[in-house]
C-alpha cells in the first residue's frame, strides 16, 4: 500500500472516497498500541478505537469528514507518526486479499467477545471491590504477586526482540495455536528488524511460519522501486527536469560548429594565418 504524506489530508476530505489510516504505533516494548481517536458528533464526544493491526482501516465510516478535519486527536497522531495516511484504492484492493480478510474477522470476533464480556468484568470488580481491603498477617493488602521475569546478565545487547522470542517459544511449546502466533506477528511485523525475521525463520518448527518469515527477509533485501511522486512534488521534480534539459541545450548551443564549408575554411585559416590585425596609425 502506498503511504500519504501528512499533506495529502485535505484533499482526501474533500473527495468522496473514504479516508484509510493504518496503525504504525511503537511502544518502548516494540509492539503496536491500541490508539484512540476523539472527535465531537455534535455536543457529544465520541471516540473511535484503533486496533493493533497491520490491516487497514476506513477511519472516516466512523469518523464523519467533517468531524475528522476538526479533531485535533487525529492529527496529532498523524503529525507523531503513530497513524499513517494510504491510498485509498490500494487500501480497498488490500482488503480484499486473504490475509486481510482474516484479520478483520479476528477483529471482529474479538470485538464481540470483548463486549459481552462486559457484564462479568463488572461483576468481578464488584466482587473484588468488596475484598479490596482485605489484608495478609503482614499487614498489607493482599494484592496478587506479579510475575517479574528474571533479570539479564550483563553483556551484549540481543538485536532481537522478547516478542518475538516469546511468540517463537508459544509455538514450539503448544501453549498457543500457530493460528495465534502468525496472527499477533503479522500485527506487530511492522516494528520487527531484519534479525527478527531471521530469528523467526531459524527457529520455527512450523512451516508457514518459517515461509512467512523467509518472504519478508526477501521483500526486506529486494530492491525497491523509485517512489512515485505526486502533486507538488512531482510538479517541483517536473520543473527541475525541464530547467536541466534547457541549460544542457544551451550548453550544446555554446559548442555548436559552423557546418557552412566556407565558414569552416574561414576558421581553419584565422586559426593558421592569425585574425587580421587592426591597421596602425603612424606618425
Known amino acids: 500500500m502506498r503511504q500519504l504524506?501528512?499533506?495529502?489530508?485535505?484533499?482526501?476530505?474533500?473527495?468522496?472516497?473514504?479516508?484509510?489510516?493504518?496503525?504504525?504505533?511503537?511502544?518502548?516494548?516494540?509492539?503496536?498500541?491500541?490508539?484512540?481517536?476523539?472527535?465531537?458528533?455534535?455536543?457529544?464526544?465520541?471516540?473511535?478505537?484503533?486496533?493493533?493491526?497491520?490491516?487497514?482501516?476506513?477511519?472516516?465510516?466512523?469518523i464523519p469528514k467533517k468531524s475528522l478535519g476538526n479533531s485535533r486527536d487525529f492529527k496529532q497522531l498523524l503529525l507523531k507518526g503513530m497513524l499513517t495516511l494510504v491510498d485509498s484504492d490500494d487500501a480497498a484492493t488490500y482488503m480484499e486479499t486473504e490475509d486481510a480478510l482474516e484479520e478483520y474477522d479476528d477483529l471482529t470476533l474479538s470485538e464481540m467477545s470483548m463486549r459481552a464480556s462486559n457484564g462479568r468484568i463488572e461483576s468481578e470488580a464488584k466482587a473484588a471491590k468488596k475484598v479490596?481491603?482485605?489484608?495478609?498477617?503482614?499487614?498489607?493488602?493482599?494484592?496478587?504477586?506479579e510475575f517479574q521475569p528474571p533479570e539479564e546478565e550483563p553483556g551484549d545487547i540481543d538485536p532481537v526482540s522478547n516478542r518475538v522470542k516469546a511468540l517463537i517459544h508459544d509455538s514450539i511449546s503448544g501453549s498457543r495455536t500457530i493460528k495465534e502466533?502468525?496472527?499477533?506477528?503479522?500485527?506487530?511485523?511492522?516494528?520487527?528488524?531484519?534479525?527478527?525475521?531471521?530469528?523467526?525463520?531459524?527457529?520455527?518448527?512450523?512451516?508457514s511460519l518459517v515461509a512467512w518469515a523467509s518472504k519478508a527477509v526477501a521483500e526486506a533485501s529486494a530492491p525497491k522501486a523509485p517512489k512515485k511522486l505526486t502533486g507538488a512534488a512531482a510538479k517541483a521534480a517536473e520543473r527541475k527536469r525541464a530547467a536541466a534539459a534547457a541549460a544542457a541545450d544551451e550548453d550544446d548551443d555554446d559548442h555548436n560548429?559552423?557546418?557552412?564549408?566556407?565558414?569552416?575554411?574561414?576558421?581553419?585559416?584565422?586559426?593558421?594565418?592569425?585574425?587580421?590585425?587592426?591597421?596602425?596609425?603612424?606618425?
Open 181 to 207: 502466533i502468525k496472527q499477533e506477528l503479522r500485527r506487530q511485523a511492522s516494528n520487527f528488524s531484519a534479525a527478527d525475521f531471521h530469528y523467526i525463520r531459524a527457529n520455527a518448527r512450523d512451516e
Open 132 to 145: 479490596q481491603n482485605r489484608l495478609t498477617p503482614n499487614g498489607y493488602p493482599d494484592y496478587p504477586t
Open 257 to 283: 560548429v559552423p557546418e557552412d564549408p566556407a565558414e569552416l575554411a574561414a576558421a581553419a585559416r584565422n586559426q593558421l594565418i592569425g585574425a587580421p590585425k587592426a591597421p596602425v596609425n603612424r606618425i
Open 5 to 62: 504524506p501528512i499533506s495529502a489530508l485535505d484533499s482526501l476530505l474533500k473527495s468522496d472516497k473514504p479516508v484509510y489510516v493504518i496503525n504504525t504505533s511503537r511502544l518502548p516494548s516494540g509492539d503496536k498500541g491500541t490508539l484512540l481517536v476523539h472527535f465531537f458528533d455534535g455536543t457529544r464526544r465520541e471516540y473511535f478505537k484503533m486496533p493493533p493491526t497491520f490491516i487497514p482501516m476506513a477511519i472516516s465510516d466512523v
